[in-house]
C-alpha cells in the first residue's frame, strides 16, 4: 500500500502542473489510477448498465469531487434550471430522512430514491463520478446489492485501496482551498455549491 501512496502523490503533483481545472486533477491524480486498478485484475464485475442500486444510496464524497461534477455538467451545458431543481429536491429528501438524529440503521436504499443523475439506468457524470461510486462494486448477483446491509464479493485490492484514493481527493481539495477537502453528502454538497453560485456568479 506503501508503494501506492507513493503513485498517488506523485500523480497529485503531477497533475497539479498539468491542469488547472478540479475535474481535470482529479481524473489525472485519482480517478485514472482508481479506475485501472480495477480493471487490471481481471476479474469479472457484475455491474452492467441499468444495474443501479448503488445509484440509489447515499454517496459521500469531498467537496471538491462535487465541484467537478457541478464544472462537467457547466462544460456539457447540463447544468440547468431542471437538474439544479432535481438536486435540490434528493437533497431536501435526504435531509428529512436524517432530520431525527437517532442512531438509525442506514435504510436509506430501502425508499429507493434515485441519484437526480441517473438517466435512463445510466449516469449523467459518469466520466466525472466521484471515488465512492467508482469504487462501489460486485462479483456476485447485482440483485444482493438492494439490502440495506449488502454481502457480496468484491475486488480486495479495491476494498484495501478506496480509502487511500479517497485521501488523494481530500489532498486535492485541500490544495485547491481547504474548503473542498471537506466531505459529505453528494448531493447536500452540490445543492450548497449551487446555492453559492446563484448567489454570487461564481463557483467558489
Ligand atoms: S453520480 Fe452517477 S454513479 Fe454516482 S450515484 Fe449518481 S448516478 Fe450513480
Given amino acids: 500500500m506503501e508503494d501506492l501512496f507513493s ?10 502542473n498539468e491542469h488547472t481545472s478540479a475535474g481535470a486533477i482529479l ?16 476479474q469479472e464485475i457484475r455491474c452492467s448498465k441499468g444495474c443501479d442500486a448503488c445509484c440509489h444510496r447515499m454517496v459521500i464524497c469531498t467537496r471538491v ?5 457541478m464544472e462537467y455538467l457547466q462544460g456539457i451545458n447540463k447544468w440547468d434550471d431542471q437538474l439544479r431543481e432535481a438536486v435540490h429536491l434528493h437533497a431536501s429528501t435526504l435531509q428529512d430522512y436524517l432530520e431525527p438524529g437517532e442512531n438509525k440503521p442506514d435504510t436509506w436504499i430501502e425508499r429507493w430514491v434515485a441519484c437526480p443523475f ?8 459518469y466520466p466525472m463520478r466521484p471515488v465512492s461510486c467508482r469504487s462501489y462494486h460486485s462479483l456476485d448477483e447485482p ?10 464479493a ?4 479495491i476494498n484495501q485501496a478506496e480509502e487511500l484514493f479517497s485521501m488523494m481527493a481530500t489532498m486535492v481539495g485541500e490544495r485547491i482551498d ?14 450548497e455549491l449551487s446555492a453559492d ?5 461564481e463557483v467558489v
Fill in 7 to 16: 503513485v498517488l502523490t506523485g500523480r497529485v503533483e503531477q497533475a497539479f
Fill in 27 to 42: 481524473h489525472r491524480a485519482v480517478y485514472e489510477p482508481l479506475d485501472g486498478l480495477l480493471m487490471s485484475t481481471g
Fill in 143 to 152: 440483485e444482493l446489492c438492494k439490502v440495506p446491509i449488502r454481502k457480496v
Fill in 65 to 69: 469531487e462535487a465541484l467537478a461534477v
Fill in 154 to 157: 468484491q475486488v480486495k485490492e
Fill in 118 to 125: 441517473l438517466k435512463e439506468g445510466e449516469c449523467l457524470v
Fill in 178 to 191: 481547504p474548503v473542498f477537502a471537506a466531505k459529505g453528502l453528494f448531493t447536500l454538497i452540490l445543492d
Fill in 197 to 201: 453560485i446563484t448567489a454570487t456568479g
